[in-house]
């Protein structure tokens, strides 16, 4: 989208805040597509593809895993963007690199660092997204990281404590640390992903939840939100062939992602009207102007809900993660025993117990198991390994 295609209030490319390390730009590209480059061709994209989201990365074919869950978060926050004329770059930018701090194992697998790091700092997986792109990602002669510039780093620091958010602002006042200290919203655009990704995980994880074996229909008979389309659905298959009944899910699947953009869309569209902030930057001193409807956000709230009690805490899914944590606390373990057995760079590092926490969260799921093994002599998830060779 062109630049004067743009809404008012949108984050135009030509008045972006920059970059770190001033660059010549790149014509044609805008600076936001120029990041959304830079951030498909890094090695931490490419290792989501090997990350839990819910369910292991082994457990089957199917199932989303961090890659496939970042490109539909993408797709729909692209096609919130389009709709209400904010800046599509931007917002895909912020999506591909919005998981790219995430440890191995899903959750199990950050709580477990966190844990470990608890005495040394911490560990949040949003802060450590943007230490990927800040640091981690080694590509350029000029400079550590992908010097992106401020709007996409702003979109990935989406939660931040204000203790972390004091230490980012000592070395970088202007940050995108700021606003956790004085208050205020990041871009419409950022707000757009963070419920994007919200649209995406709640409706993915039932498809895999009922995939997996875990949700059936007498738990989806109760889903907030979703128990509505499920009945459209159900009611429209009633009589087909299996064939075509078994297309029932897909689509109250669908039919809730469509409803729940849409309302988005409309929502966010009468909430700028009312609000018209000037620019992009008066709309992020306004209260968030990106948001559902209050009745859907209602639901929404109440369909995470379900999909904690009944998929996140189910026994078999705690079962795995019980194992998973305990890979990546022995990983810890290991390496602050022994960082010479992590790569030179990790090993040559000052923090030691911060190398240690970067060298685990950029592990893919296969790769912590094999280090697992070959530092412990065990093989926990020993299925994982199977499916491996
Ligand atoms: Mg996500």
Known sequence: ????????????PGRS????????????????QRDRDRIVHSNAFRRLVYKTQVFLNHE????????????EVAQIARSVARALALNEDLVEAIALAHDLGHTPFGHAGQDALQECMHE?????????????????????LAFDGLNLSFETREG???????????????????????????????????????????????????DDGVRSGLLGPAQLADAPLFAGFAREADALARGAPAALA???????????????????????AEALQAAAPEDAEAA???????????????????????????????????????????????????????????SADFAAAADAPRAVADYVAGMTDR??????ERLTGRRLLADLERART
Request: proline share 6%; net charge positive; aromatic share 6%.
């Open 284 to 342: 992020r001193r306004c209260p968030p102007l990106v948001g559902f409807p209050a009745p859907v956000r209602l639901e929404l709230s109440a369909l995470k809900s379900f999909l904690f009690a009944t998929l996140y805490r189910h026994p078999q899914v705690l079962r795995t993660t019980a194992a998973a944590r305990t890979v990546v606390s022995e990983l810890f373990a290991a390496y602050r025993a022994c960082p010479d057995e992590m």
């Open 120 to 140: 040394h700092g911490g560990f949040e997986h949003n802060l450590q997204s943007l230490r990927v792109v800040d640091r981690l990602e080694q590509r350029y």
């Open 156 to 206: 990935i620091l989406k939660h931040c404590s204000r203790r972390h958010a004091r230490e980012l602002l000592a070395a970088e006042p202007d940050g995108p640390a700021r606003r956790f200290v004085d208050g205020g919203q990041p871009s419409l655009e950022a707000q757009l992903v963070n419920l994007a990704d919200e649209i995406a995980y709640v409706t993915h994880d039932i």
């Open 60 to 71: 089957g074919d199917l199932f989303r895993t961090r890659l496939t869950h970042s490109l």
């Open 1 to 12: 989208m062109s630049a004067s295609a743009l809404a008012r209030w949108a984050s135009h």
């Open 367 to 372: 790769f912590a198991l094999r280090e697992h």
């Open 17 to 32: 805040r920059g970059r770190r390390i001033a660059e010549p730009e790149s014509p044609p590209r805008t600076v936001h």
């Open 246 to 268: 078994r297309r029932a899910l897909p689509e109250a699947l669908r039919r809730m992602l469509s409803a729940l953009i849409g309302d988005l869309v409309t929502a966010t």
